[in-house]
């Protein structure tokens, strides 16, 4: 329906399941560059984020209580304050002095919720590690569909979290699609800070290490590459002196 670019653009700033103010107005100066109207933009826009809703809804952890510690409304719009909320959804005022579940550990204690109920199950070796696998092919869904947060220290820390957990997943993992899970998560991560805080110096080390993350990818590709040429082309050759 929109440029390559434009739907890049959406899909980066769609990936929690939300759309702040910040994230609409540049979606809508980078539609008007390309000639779209704002009010289809939108339409397609909110027509995304319901169905995201409606597939994403189970994720989403249940409040703990109605207000956040102390503060009801906003210190600066006066806007009532959703529960756990650590930004201001109307004006963008993030609040300090408060506590709040980080993203990364809201993961961590899902995919633990996972990992116990396969752990329960009772049966033979042989049903244990089907159960594991079954286990970690769920945990990998899990991962994929977790929204993305979008307040600064929020983010980065769930970037962090995501860039270690997919460099350091095992063999099982990489096998039952949770490390491409992490992977994937991680891209989120990255695309959703560059559209957010593209110039924010607590950003520009994740931003380096992606850069090298990519880089070393693609030295690894090559390599392969080479080597499988390097294999068919001996293979050949020893076909052809027999």
């Known amino acids: 329906m929109f440029s390559e670019e434009l739907e890049s653009v959406i899909e980066a700033a769609l990936a929690d399941g939300t759309l702040t103010a910040k994230e609409r107005e540049v979606l809508h100066k980078r539609a008007a560059a390309e000639g779209v109207d704002p009010d289809e933009l939108d339409v397609v826009i909110e027509g995304r984020l319901a169905k995201m809703k409606r597939e994403e809804d189970w994720l989403r952890p249940a409040p703990p209580s109605d207000k956040f510690g102390d503060v009801k409304k906003c210190p600066r719009c006066g806007e009532p304050v959703e529960p756990m909320a650590v930004k201001c959804s109307a004006c963008g005022y993030e609040f300090r002095g408060v506590e709040a579940l980080k993203s990364s ?13 396969y752990r329960d199950k009772k049966g033979n070796s042989f049903q244990q590690h089907d159960d594991q696998i079954y286990s970690m092919r769920e945990q990998a869904r899990v991962i994929k569909s977790f929204p993305v947060p979008t307040t600064k220290e929020d983010l980065l820390d769930f970037a962090i979290t995501m860039q270690s957990k997919w460099k350091s997943s095992t063999g099982l993992e990489r096998g039952t699609g949770v490390k491409t899970a992490y992977k994937a998560k991680y891209e989120e991560c990255v695309n959703k800070a560059q559209l957010l805080f593209p110039n924010d110096p607590m950003f520009q080390g994740v931003f380096e290490q992606h850069q090298a993350d990519k880089k070393n990818m693609s030295t690894q590709k090559k390599v392969l590459v080479v080597c499988v040429l390097v294999l068919l082309f001996s293979l050949f050759m020893y076909i052809l002196m027999k």
Do not use: F, P
């Open 105 to 117: 550990q809201q993961l961590a204690d899902k995919l633990d919720e996972i990992a116990k109920s």
